[in-house]
Nanobody, 119 residues
């Protein structure tokens, strides 16, 4: 059985930083691309960032580019999302996913971690 678990969310003020973590287990994900999505209240889930298995290729949504860094602890099945200069509009539930490709998630998701940015 596959498990994807996020951690690191919380309540922060605008301008603060936060680092999210995601660990996958249950089968070998070493060669899988992994990614982050987020869903704000009343909005659809949106892509945030992804990283390939060698951490040689990363992709970011325009809304977070320059403020967010995705990284990977190889060969561990753990990825991180370092978020800086947080804004109120970054408030959302953040989900980690095993990816089919750079922008397309598989069916394997975590339960999500809440990030709330107060202005």
């Amino acid at each position: 059985q596959v498990h994807v678990v996020e951690s690191g969310g919380g309540l922060v003020q605008a301008g603060d930083s936060l680092r999210l973590s995601c660990a996958a287990s249950g089968r070998t994900f070493i060669t899988d691309t992994m990614g982050w999505f987020r869903q704000a209240p009343g909005k659809e889930r949106e892509f945030v960032a992804s990283i390939n298995w060698r951490a040689s290729r990363t992709n970011y949504a325009d809304s977070v580019k320059g403020r967010v860094t995705i990284s990977r602890e190889y060969p561990k099945n753990t990825i991180y999302l370092q978020m800086n200069s947080l804004k109120a509009e970054d408030t959302a539930v953040y989900y980690c996913a095993i990816m089919k490709s750079d922008y397309v998630p598989s069916d394997y998701w975590g339960q999500g971690t809440q990030v709330t940015v107060s202005s």
